[in-house]
């Protein structure tokens, strides 16, 4: 999606009804142009939704979240966060959004807790060591926030800051993710050596493991460069590790946290990452900026990590959302929404509907599309 204003409607939705090649009929609440218009750019940064609720929380660079119905599509709230980017971490069991707050440079700057329900604004903690990267664990309403040095850990309920886990380098954060089922944390690291090196762009990187019940590091290792692209598997203990600047992906155990396997992408430069741990199929999606803007997504397989086909697609696919049981992943672009066949990569069907993020919630069975306005379609049929 081009950096541009995304409006999105506050009040009146208008239902239309499209029929698409071997889908039945399909309904699109589309937030009217007619009505007030709620601005919530330049443009959106993050989209995450709250299954339990119905609501998709959208946020902006003029320091705003906006939550949304992702049924009808309507405006329920709008809260100002300050700050210009945000990263959004939902917490559904205690009603919880997590916020980090970065500048227009890409460094953090505080955590914001905000009460789902209400809107409030229940805690604002500055931070120093360039926050970046959330997860959630909910069994022990834990929340961890990635740190230069060290992962920091909140509880879920107040927001409020318990402690840092300290690692051995002190590297520039990327990403922290929780396999729930082993109980472990993984945090990557930008640009520098295991044996701690000064951050360089370009420069090795590295993931640490963390054992969750005692909040001890038990190894970090070496991993491609800039791994800015993830995706986790609970169901094999696999978490894949892309990295845009080698052209790479890491396959790690996350039982044990080493690196089973460094797979050669050979594919465009991808742009965004999804998972079907059910079809065991990995997405690569690559928008084609800088290369025409044809997008092509790859698909390998979760285990081996062998590519098994590829989909061309229309102009600048920016976003994928997975839904594991229809077996549907759906990606959209400037122009259009694909929904593939999350085996095969084949396109069953196109919404003509573009935009730059899309989210699924899997409750309601309905896809949530944020471009210059918001859509959502209801997927149940």
Same mark, same amino acid.
């Given at each position: 999606?081009?950096?541009?204003?995304?409006?999105?409607?506050?009040?009146?939705?208008?239902?239309?009804?499209?029929?698409?090649?071997?889908?039945?009929?399909?309904?699109?609440?589309?937030?009217?142009?007619?009505?007030?218009?709620?601005?919530?750019?330049?443009?959106?940064?993050?989209?995450?939704?709250?299954?339990?609720?119905?609501?998709?929380?959208?946020?902006?660079?003029?320091?705003?979240?906006?939550?949304?119905?992702?049924?009808?599509?309507?405006?329920?709230?709008?809260?100002?966060?300050?700050?210009?980017?945000?990263?959004?971490?939902?917490?559904?069991?205690?009603?919880?959004?997590?916020?980090?707050?970065?500048?227009?440079?890409?460094?953090?700057?505080?955590?914001?807790?905000?009460?789902?329900?209400?809107?409030?604004?229940?805690?604002?903690?500055?931070?120093?060591?360039?926050?970046?990267?959330?997860?959630?664990?909910?069994?022990?309403?834990?929340?961890?926030?990635?740190?230069?040095?060290?992962?920091?850990?909140?509880?879920?309920?107040?927001?409020?800051?318990?402690?840092?886990?300290?690692?051995?380098?002190?590297?520039?954060?990327?990403?922290?993710?929780?396999?729930?089922?082993?109980?472990?944390?993984?945090?990557?690291?930008?640009?520098?050596?295991?044996?701690?090196?000064?951050?360089?762009?370009?420069?090795?990187?590295?993931?640490?493991?963390?054992?969750?019940?005692?909040?001890?590091?038990?190894?970090?290792?070496?991993? @491609?460069?800039? *791994?800015?692209?993830?995706? +986790? !598997?609970? /169901?094999? #203990?696999? &978490? =894949? %590790? $892309?990295?845009?600047?080698?052209?790479?992906?890491?396959?790690?155990?996350?039982?044990?946290?080493?690196?089973?396997?460094?797979?050669?992408?050979? @594919?465009?430069? *991808?742009?965004?990452?999804? +998972? !079907?741990? /059910?079809? #065991?199929? &990995? =997405? %690569? $999606?690559?928008?084609?900026?800088?290369?025409?803007?044809?997008?092509?997504?790859?698909?390998?397989?979760?285990?081996?990590?062998?590519?098994?086909?590829?989909?061309?697609?229309?102009?600048?696919?920016?976003?994928?959302?997975?839904?594991?049981?229809?077996?549907?992943?759906?990606?959209?672009?400037?122009?259009?929404?694909?929904?593939?066949?999350?085996?095969?990569?084949?396109?069953?069907?196109?919404?003509?509907?573009?935009?730059?993020?899309?989210?699924?919630?899997?409750?309601?069975?309905?896809?949530?599309?944020?471009?210059?306005?918001?859509?959502?379609?209801?997927?149940?049929?």
């Amino acid at each position: 999606m081009g950096r541009r204003t995304a409006l999105l409607a506050a009040i009146g939705v208008v239902l239309l009804a499209i029929v698409s090649q071997g889908l039945t009929r399909v309904q699109i609440a589309v937030a009217s142009q007619s009505a007030h218009q709620v601005a919530i750019g330049p443009y959106s940064g993050n989209l995450v939704v709250d299954a339990r609720t119905g609501r998709a929380f959208v946020a902006s660079q003029n320091g705003t979240i906006h939550s949304f119905s992702t049924q009808s599509g309507a405006l329920i709230q709008t809260v100002a966060v300050g700050a210009r980017f945000h990263a959004l971490a939902i917490v559904p069991r205690f009603r919880r959004l997590f916020v980090i707050n970065t500048t227009a440079e890409g460094i953090g700057t505080a955590v914001v807790v905000l009460d789902t329900q209400s809107g409030q604004l229940l805690r604002r903690i500055a931070m120093s060591r360039d926050p970046h990267g959330l997860a959630v664990d909910e069994r022990t309403a834990r929340v961890f926030v990635g740190t230069i040095g060290g992962v920091s850990v909140f509880d879920a309920r107040p927001g409020a800051f318990l402690q840092v886990i300290h690692t051995p380098i002190q590297g520039v954060p990327l990403g922290v993710y929780l396999d729930s089922r082993r109980e472990h944390l993984f945090f990557t690291q930008e640009g520098v050596t295991i044996n701690g090196l000064v951050p360089i762009q370009g420069g090795s990187s590295t993931v640490s493991m963390i054992d969750v019940p005692t909040n001890t590091v038990v190894r970090t290792v070496q991993v @491609a460069a800039e *791994p800015s692209l993830a995706a +986790l !598997d609970e /169901r094999t #203990g696999r &978490l =894949f %590790l $892309v990295s845009r600047t080698m052209m790479v992906g890491d396959m790690v155990d996350t039982q044990h946290g080493t690196v089973i396997r460094a797979i050669p992408l050979n @594919a465009p430069q *991808p742009d965004a990452i999804g +998972l !079907d741990t /059910r079809a #065991g199929r &990995l =997405f %690569l $999606v690559a928008s084609g900026n800088g290369a025409g803007g044809t997008g092509r997504v790859t698909l390998l397989d979760a285990g081996s990590g062998a590519s098994v086909g590829s989909t061309l697609l229309g102009q600048y696919p920016w976003s994928i959302a997975v839904d594991e049981r229809q077996a549907r992943a759906y990606v959209v672009s400037d122009k259009a929404t694909y929904v593939l066949d999350a085996r095969t990569g084949a396109i069953r069907h196109t919404f003509h509907v573009g935009g730059g993020i899309v989210a699924i919630d899997q409750r309601t069975e309905h896809l949530i599309i944020i471009g210059d306005r918001l859509v959502t379609i209801d997927v149940s049929r």
